[in-house]
């Protein structure tokens, strides 16, 4: 204490934990050591072998080659989202200390919540252009409805139905994807692959015979685009020589591109951009960072 | 006239963190923290702009969450008591530094910042800072937008739409208590975009939003002026689409003018350099060393020997980045104009606590610039988003396509292998509230308070900022736990609907703690 000379650089009785290079401001915030940088490196090689290797379940090759239609789906398996992730230890930051009051414990517990609500219910998340995730719940009673009718052995799927530019009306539709579960209440993340394809799924038993009972529907869904849309608006036509200026690709001898190419130009350019993670938001995390003790 | 137009966005928000059944709590020093670095600065530049009668125009969301802590009496106070220690640090800092003069002279200057802050805090504002956001508004510089009541990411809750109606109109509701009027346009909490949102934005009487570049330029049908302009929705709310290349000067890494290394290095805080002894009383208890704010060393390069931080340098680089900044617009701006054949607006928005808190000489860049663009040239003019509609009412009419502005662009940050879990608990919460809205609509008395305290522990698990900690690995306790405990008290208080049994003592609680959205009515659940 008193006048301790103010530290210069890290000399040998520094603290290791200082951080080394934070030259890039923006960037190290995001990638704290073991933060999102570090997390994605371990995140997503094993997406991308999941997206590129063989398909995992049984069901999906089964489909696969019994379908006409190509499948476009190929599916991850998710563990129980009712893993905890993390134990629910009390946060170091929750340190009482001094006068704290009592605390009724009605309110202070962090009680794990329940595995299921009895409740029949499937839901699809769009995750991005080419994933969605699903979850689902079923309840016994709903499980056993009507199984006796079904030639044994009958299986658990998850069947994906692409509704795209149609008014389905449950038989309607292009192609079907199946694949199979085990668990009454669980949860999927599912590669559809096709952008701007409508999508609805349900959860059902799949007979031996290929009788398929559903038990319960989801909310349909439209996976984004990843790309312009064909239709323009006659009123508010484009140009392609505007869409050149209007993006300043003209340079880079483009003046013999095709429109077609032009735009796959810019719409690479903007995946470009956002799978940089330079243009996305920091969130709370520059809050949240706290240096490793 | 000029030949383009400019329209700064900053996004402010925090989520609701206030823990009144400790005495101390870190994660509150995030409000703490925000406050000295970002939002009075921030004030501070609007202010003398203002005073120095530049025209200039900003807008800036500022989430109901965070103007709840703002407005609560338990974290003002805090706050003072946050700020006085400070003060009294930096004291210290003088002292110590007195044999350093280069060192002593930027411990002056975060003593008369912390002053300066305590002025305007406490003697200008009443511990009130929306006081000040407001005058800014109602003088006409400031647009403030409204957020969702919570910060909740919209399209991972479109399956339950009364649940998204619900965060649009608390968030209005709440607007129109601090401000004196409705909002007229919303920052999507993560510019999280999804198709049909804007009917509900339209219900609630809201005239524009912001959306990721890509969410305008994949509409349909395609937009003729690609993101420098903005479009109708079905519906008749406006969107303005984020300009990709002003986000990155600013954001990017690599192009990104916070890296330069002339400013402040924000991982050099003397509460992790000195001493354990000396700054003991101003970190957390268990010597827990925490950020103060006050930091000597420049980012220098990429070395780990920093050097000394020089204030004016840094100020003259932050000049000359405003300039370079002007110039890229105006250059962008001319050669749009000449495309479009009408007035292009560059939307740049940003997460305000970048400029501040993580960019410390943000607020002198956003100084500059403005008075840059006032004084020097005429080919832009800052404008708000309304301003722009009054303009230029007649707009192309299009279906903006799903998106965010996080990473990846979609939903991925918030929907992942370590927040998936949250949505089917979320999903059953909201479902639950809807059924208890139609079941008891004319409830009164306690079971009221019981329902509209469901209402808001559903609000609160419903923070996007719980999954996006997960996902970003750092505090994923204090976030799994806050995501519990307001599910968990949701259910609780479900039950004292359904098994009509009332437990008074936990529901006072729960009100104590939670207690933002004081006009909550959780018969909005059940309207179409």
């Known amino acids: 204490m008193g006048d301790s000379k103010l530290p210069n650089g890290p000399g040998p009785d520094r603290d290791p934990r200082t951080p080394v290079d934070r030259t890039k401001p923006p960037r190290e915030w995001r990638s704290r050591p073991g933060g999102s940088n570090a997390k994605r490196a371990q995140v997503e090689p094993r997406e991308a072998s999941d997206i590129e290797g063989p398909s995992k379940t049984s069901a999906t090759e089964a489909e696969a080659s019994r379908s006409a239609t190509r499948v476009p789906a190929s599916t991850t398996p998710v563990p129980d989202p009712e893993r905890a992730p993390h134990a629910p230890e009390e946060p170091a930051s929750a340190r009482p200390r001094g006068r704290t009051e009592p605390v009724p414990s009605a309110v202070t517990e962090t009680a794990d919540l329940p595995t299921r609500y009895g409740v029949d219910r499937l839901v699809l998340l769009i995750r991005d252009p080419h994933w969605c995730y699903a979850w689902w719940e079923i309840t016994d009673a709903c499980l056993q409805t009507g199984r006796r009718e079904l030639a044994e052995p009958t299986q658990l799927t998850l069947r994906f139905y692409d509704i795209s530019a149609i008014d389905w009306d449950g038989g309607n539709h292009h192609a079907v994807h199946d694949i199979e579960i085990h668990d009454a209440a669980g949860s999927w993340y599912v590669e559809l692959g096709r952008p701007g394809a409508g999508f609805v799924a349900e959860v059902g038993w799949r007979a031996a015979d290929g009788v398929f009972r559903p038990l319960v529907r989801s909310n349909s869904v439209a996976l984004p685009r990843e790309s312009m849309s064909p239709v323009v608006d006659e009123n508010w036509m484009v140009l392609e020589q505007e869409y050149r200026q209007l993006f300043e690709l003209a340079g880079a001898g483009s003046g013999t591109r095709s429109s077609v190419e032009l735009l796959r130009t810019l719409e690479e350019r903007l995946r470009r951009e956002l799978l940089s993670g330079g243009v996305s938001s920091f969130g709370v995390s520059s809050f949240a960072t706290r240096r490793e003790r | ?528």
């Open chain 2, 1 to 528: 006239m000029p030949q383009g137009y400019f329209a700064l966005v900053l996004h402010a928000h925090l989520p609701f963190v206030r823990h009144p059944e400790y005495d101390e709590f870190l994660e509150e020093d995030w409000l703490y923290e925000a406050i000295t670095e970002t939002y009075i600065p921030l004030l501070h530049v609007f202010e003398g702009l203002a005073r120095d009668a530049v025209h200039f125009r900003a807008s800036m969301s500022m989430s109901p969450t965070l103007l709840a802590m703002l407005a609560d009496d338990l974290l003002r106070s805090r706050y003072v008591e946050h700020l006085e220690r400070l003060v009294e640090l930096a004291d210290r800092e003088v002292h110590r530094t007195r044999h350093e003069p280069h060192f002593q002279e930027l411990a002056a200057m975060y003593r008369r910042h912390f002053r300066d802050c305590h002025h305007t805090f406490v003697e200008r504002y009443g511990g009130n800072l929306v006081r000040g956001f407001r005058a800014l508004q109602d003088a006409g510089y400031l647009e403030i937008l409204t957020c969702g009541a919570t910060h909740g990411f919209l399209p991972l809750m479109q399956t339950v739409p009364r649940a998204v109606r619900a965060q649009v109109h608390f968030s209005v509701q709440d607007y129109k208590r601090h401000f004196g009027r409705a909002p007229r346009g919303i920052w999507l909490p993560e510019c999280g975009y999804y198709r049909g949102v804007e009917q509900i934005l339209a219900q609630e009487g809201l005239r524009f939003f912001v959306l990721d570049a890509h969410g305008l330029l994949y509409g349909d049908p395609r937009p003729k002026h690609g993101i420098f302009s903005p479009v109708f929705c079905p519906g008749g709310v406006a969107a303005f689409a984020r300009d990709i290349e002003s986000s990155k000067q600013v954001w990017s890494a690599e192009e990104g003018y916070p890296g330069d290394y002339a400013y402040r290095e924000f991982y050099r805080d003397i509460g992790f350099d000195l001493d354990l002894d000396y700054i003991r009383p101003y970190i957390h208890s268990g010597d827990l060393r925490i950020n103060t704010g006050i930091k000597y060393y420049a980012i220098t390069g990429e070395t780990a020997h920093k050097q000394p931080y020089r204030r004016q340098l840094a100020l003259d680089t932050a000049a000359t980045h405003a300039g370079n900044f002007m110039f890229n617009r105006e250059k962008q701006v001319e050669h749009l104009r000449g495309v479009m054949g009408r007035e292009p607006i560059i939307v740049s928005p940003y997460d305000a606590e970048l400029f501040g808190h993580w960019w410390f000489e943000g607020p002198q860049f956003l100084d500059f610039l403005f008075r840059k663009m006032h004084f020097d040239q005429e080919t832009i003019e800052p404008i708000t988003p309304v301003e722009y509609l009054d303009r230029h009412p007649r707009n192309q009419v299009l279906t903006p396509s799903y998106s965010s502005w996080g990473y990846k662009g979609y939903a991925e940050v918030w929907l992942e292998g370590s927040n998936d879990w949250v949505y089917r608990h979320l999903d059953h919460a909201a479902r639950t509230m809807v059924d208890l809205a139609r079941e008891n609509a004319h409830a009164n008395g306690t079971k009221a308070r019981i329902l509209n305290q469901a209402a808001r522990e559903l609000l609160l698990a419903q923070s996007s900022d719980w999954a996006f900690i997960m996902k970003t690995g750092t505090m994923v306790p204090y976030a799994v736990k806050r995501t519990k405990e307001h599910v968990d008290r949701f259910l609780r208080l479900a039950e004292m609907v359904r098994a009509d049994r009332v437990d008074v003592a936990s529901l006072h609680e729960m009100e104590k703690r939670d207690n933002l959205f004081p006009e909550i009515d959780y018969r909005v659940y059940a309207q179409d």
